[in-house]
T-cell receptor, first 111, second 114 residues
Framework: GEDVEQSLFLSVREGDSSVINCTYT??????LYWYKQEPGAGLQLLTY?????DMKQDQRLTVLLNKKDKHLSLRIADTQTGDSAIYFC???????????FGKGTSLLVTP | EAGVTQFPSHSVIEKGQTVTLRCDPI?????LYWYRRVMGKEIKFLLH????????ESGMPNNRFLAERTGGTYSTLKVQPAELEDSGVYFC????????????FGDGTRLSIL
């Protein structure tokens, strides 16, 4: 199947910016998503971007998409301890509704 | 609006037994999905319902898994008989019909097979 790759772990200091990266292989990916999972909870949709967009900003979150390199990133400005969680990158193509997930990046925010 | 709810939150059964997981989607969402995450692996798609019909069941691992959505409301996922490799977290999601409607996930059912 198609692959979605993420680094597994990221540690930042409170107040710094966090950048979580994701690469994917499916050239027909149309929609790309970022989900957040806090301990013991489900997947919370953070934001999503269409493949015809380069950037999307929503408060402290900025998503950048480089479609040529099939690279997606999530930047969290002024990272807080409450942002500590697992962040999943996911993609879907026009051909179906199924989401294809990466393994998730564990973000640890230290005081 | 109420979110996607899943029951039970945690199930521990012995190998060979049967377990049924339930998912109640967000009201008005015709699309319902099942995913699972096996320890250390990615979250994998299992199947997709549109109302009561199976739209895509390409991710179902084998015939020990049976999903239903009678009446197009809640869905059940039955595993019979359960095997050790079925352990993991089973997520349900739902979405409206239409372009780029995001999927909203439940908290998942953690299934442990002993």
């Amino acid at each position: 199947g198609e692959d979605v790759e993420q680094s597994l772990f990221l540690s930042v200091r409170e107040g710094d910016s966090s950048v979580i990266n994701c690469t994917y292989t499916d050239s027909s990916s149309t929609y790309l998503y970022w989900y957040k999972q806090e301990p013991g909870a489900g997947l919370q949709l953070l934001t999503y971007i269409f493949s015809n967009m380069d950037m999307k900003q929503d408060q402290r979150l900025t998503v950048l998409l480089n479609k040529k390199d099939k690279h997606l990133s999530l930047r969290i400005a002024d990272t807080q301890t409450g942002d500590s969680a697992i962040y999943f990158c996911a993609e879907s193509s026009n051909s179906g509704y199924a989401l294809n997930f990466g393994k998730g990046t564990s973000l640890l925010v230290t005081p | 609006e109420a979110g996607v709810t899943q029951f039970p939150s945690h199930s521990v059964i012995e190998k060979g037994q049967t377990v049924t997981l339930r998912c109640d989607p967000i009201s008005g969402h015709d699309n319902l999905y099942w995913y699972r995450r096996v320890m250390g692996k990615e979250i994998k798609f299992l199947l997709h319902f549109v109302k009561e019909s199976k739209q895509d069941e390409s991710g179902m691992p084998n015939n020990r898994f049976l999903a239903e959505r009678t009446g197009g409301t809640y869905s059940t996922l039955k595993v019979q008989p359960a095997e050790l490799e079925d352990s993991g977290v089973y997520f349900c999601a739902s979405s409206r019909t239409g372009t780029a409607q995001p999927q909203h996930f439940g908290d998942g059912t953690r299934l442990s097979i002993l």
